[in-house]
């Protein structure tokens, strides 16, 4: 493999054991849900709140901008 190649690789390849890693432990030790959720349950619950979390963060943006311009001004 090409060192520049796996160089930008390896936060990739990090970051997706990590998660696999999360996962299996989870699961394996049968940790509660409300204590520490698996990687696929918060994906599925993002996904499920999407218009929520989009709505909120718009208003959390357009806040944050009048705030930014507030103070320059």
Do not use: D
Request: net charge positive; hydrophobic share 60%; charged share 10%.
């Amino acid at each position: 493999m090409n060192s520049k190649f796996l160089l930008r690789a390896m936060p990739w390849i990090f970051t997706l054991g990590l998660l696999i890693f999360w996962e299996v432990a989870v699961r394996l030790f049968k940790v509660p849900v409300y204590l520490l959720p698996p990687p696929t349950t918060i994906v599925a619950s993002i996904i499920q709140y999407w218009p929520a979390i989009w709505k909120n963060s718009l208003q959390t943006l357009y806040t944050t901008t009048a705030g930014f311009l507030l103070a320059v001004v």
